[in-house]
Nanobody
Framework: QAQLVQSGGGLVQAGGSLRLSCAAS????????MGWFRQAPGKEREFVAV????????FYAESVKDRFTVSRDNAVNTLALQMNDLKPEDKAIYYC????????????????WGQGTQVTVSS
């Protein structure tokens, strides 16, 4: 069955960088747009970034634009999120997700989800 396994994350000081990875299996990766979401304590899960099937299109939440970069490698079925200049407000559990839709930015638009990985940014 479809599976998304995340790695990366951890603790970093403000201004630092982290890279998250998401390995896909059980479905045809290249046929799915891929997204990143995050959920802070007490808040709803929110959109972070999405990349189209062919990598041509990427969209970002305003709060992470110019700091985060989403990428994918369809040859090895992996998705990545490079996070630079991290801020304390970026602290959250980050989730990767897959969708057969184009490039949705809502939770409801996605079919498969990773297990989540914690990102903590100290000030």
């Amino acid at each position: 069955q479809a599976q998304l396994v995340q790695s990366g994350g951890g603790l970093v000081q403000a201004g630092g960088s982290l890279r998250l990875s998401c390995a896909a299996s059980g479905f045809t990766f290249k046929d799915y747009a891929m997204g990143w979401f995050r959920q802070a304590p007490g808040k709803e899960r929110e959109f972070v970034a999405v990349i189209s099937r062919s990598t041509i299109k990427q969209f970002y939440a305003e709060s992470v634009k110019d700091r985060f970069t989403v990428s994918r490698d369809n040859a090895v079925n992996t998705l990545a999120l490079q996070m630079n200049d991290l801020k304390p407000e970026d602290k959250a559990i980050y989730y990767c997700a897959a969708t057969e839709n184009r490039t949705p930015t809502t939770v409801e638009g996605y079919d498969y989800w990773g297990q989540g990985t914690q990102v903590t940014v100290s000030s």
